[in-house]
């Protein structure tokens, strides 16, 4: 299998940490993929020109994340980062989709913040910015269910945050949110995110 990437894709970093925390790694390559570059072939794999995708050893594209980390879940015989059934695989849904928010609300604020002066939307910026907090406010609202054994929504939620602490550095987000910050800084030693950290000066 290849696997489509870009190094500073947060949502790929979320494929990468799913695969080292259910031991699937080894299975796939990575293809260096950059979506913004004219001549990328890349929407011959995803159509809707995104990373990551995860091309199967049939020629079979699966994108997007939540989808391509399922399917490595679904490839072995350890812990499973995705619940069978219960309560317990819908609160692990619903982290996914909320650091999954958190991530689209903090790129879709970053691209609109560098577009020309006079064509950027304050209002558009204002409105992703106060998604991200919403979002970090509920992530420390649900400490509890963000602990334990490993789940796809701690996977997503840490690598969320550490989306937040590489493209919005100047804004402290821990300050108020300490409960959140220690969880966080408990993540950052694991060897799925340090093995994952995107390239400096990116």
């Given at each position: 299998?290849?696997?489509c990437?870009?190094?500073?894709?947060?949502?790929?970093?979320?494929?990468?940490?799913?695969?080292?925390?259910?031991?699937?790694?080894?299975?796939?390559?990575?293809?260096?993929?950059?979506?913004?570059?004219?001549?990328?072939?890349?929407?011959?794999?995803?159509?809707?020109?995104?990373?990551?995708?995860?091309?199967?050893?049939?020629?079979?594209?699966?994108?997007?994340?939540?989808v391509?980390?399922?399917?490595?879940?679904?490839l072995?015989?350890?812990?499973?980062?995705?619940?069978?059934?219960?309560?317990?695989?819908?609160m692990?849904?619903?982290?996914?989709?909320?650091g999954?928010g958190?991530?689209?609300?903090?790129?879709?604020?970053?691209?609109?913040?560098a577009?020309?002066?006079?064509?950027?939307?304050?209002d558009?910026?204002?409105?992703?910015?106060?998604?991200?907090?919403?979002?970090?406010?509920?992530?420390?609202?649900?400490?509890?269910?963000?602990?334990?054994?490993?789940?796809?929504?701690?996977?997503?939620?840490?690598?969320?945050?550490?989306?937040?602490?590489?493209?919005?550095?100047?804004?402290?987000?821990?300050?108020?949110?300490?409960?959140?910050?220690?969880?966080?800084?408990?993540?950052?030693?694991?060897?799925?995110?340090?093995?994952?950290?995107?390239?400096?000066?990116a």
């Open positions: 299998m290849q696997l990437y870009s190094a500073t894709s947060p949502y790929v970093r979320k494929v990468l940490m799913t695969a080292l925390e259910t031991g699937t790694r080894a299975l796939f390559d990575t293809i260096p993929t950059s979506p913004w570059e004219a001549s990328t072939d890349l929407a011959e794999t995803n159509p809707l020109c995104k990373v990551p995708a995860l091309i199967l050893d049939s020629g079979v594209a699966l994108f997007d994340s939540p391509i980390c399922e399917y490595l879940d679904s072995h015989s350890g812990h499973r980062i995705f619940p069978d059934t219960g309560i317990q695989r819908f692990a849904l619903r982290l996914q989709a909320l999954d958190i991530m689209d609300a903090a790129i879709l604020r970053r691209l609109e913040s577009r020309p002066a006079a064509m950027r939307s304050q558009w910026i204002s409105r992703q910015r106060l998604a991200m907090q919403r979002g970090l406010d509920d992530l420390q609202n649900n400490l509890d269910s963000l602990g334990g054994e490993p789940h796809i929504g701690s996977v997503t939620a840490a690598c969320a945050l550490a989306y937040l602490d590489f493209r919005y550095a100047d804004e402290p987000w821990r300050s108020d949110r300490e409960a959140l910050s220690e969880w966080h800084q408990e993540w950052l030693q694991r060897p799925s995110m340090v093995a994952t950290q995107p390239p400096d000066g």
